[in-house]
Structure formats: structure tokens, C-alpha cells
């Protein structure tokens, strides 16, 4: 599980049909530097699939690869990220 920072939200024409209304957003995954607000610990953007309601300026928790698709089993999403959790409080010691 990784934390990142909503930047933007994804519109698709088209998508695999167990997606249908579902949003992704644009994440820049961040480390402990970037936790404490240096500019170097943003990591690259990717796209994460969002069932939570988050939009830009939210930070998330994000879960990658095989664990992205788990929440969905026994019918698992075309997924390879996944938005787990909206975080309204953290602590960076």
C-alpha cells in the first residue's frame, strides 16, 4: 500500500464493461520526503481506480498489482491500481 496525491481525474470514451461508472484519477505517489512536503519525494503520476469519492487535492492510500484486484474477488476488475482508502489526517515523524 502506497500514499499519493489526487492531481487529476481520467475521462474514458470507452472501458471494459465491470468498470462502467467508476472514476480513475491521476496520483503522484509520494515517500516519507514527500510526506513532509519536499518536492523530491514525488514519485511518477499514474492512474488509480476510485470508488471513494476522491477528486484532486485529496491524498489516498493505493494499493498495486495483484492486491489492486482482491477487494473485487470472487469477480475481479481489469485493475492495477486501486484507491483504498481517503486520508483526512496524517503524521510524519
Do not use: Q
Not at 500514499?3 to 465491470?18: A, E, F, M, N, Q
Not at 469519492?53 to 498489482?65: D, L, M, V, Y
Request: net charge negative; proline share 9%; aromatic share 6%.
Amino acid at each position: 500500500m502506497r500514499i499519493g496525491d489526487v492531481i487529476g481525474k481520467v475521462t474514458l470514451s470507452r472501458c471494459h464493461p465491470s468498470l462502467v461508472g467508476a472514476t480513475w484519477l491521476v496520483v503522484t505517489p509520494l515517500s516519507a520526503a514527500g510526506l513532509r512536503g519536499d518536492e523530491s519525494g514525488r514519485g511518477e503520476p499514474l492512474v488509480v481506480y476510485d470508488e471513494r469519492g476522491a477528486g484532486p487535492g485529496s491524498r489516498i492510500t493505493f494499493s498495486e498489482g495483484g492486491e489492486a484486484a482482491a477487494p473485487f474477488s470472487p469477480n475481479p476488475k481489469p485493475v492495477d491500481a486501486y484507491n483504498a482508502a481517503l486520508l483526512d489526517h496524517w503524521e510524519v515523524s
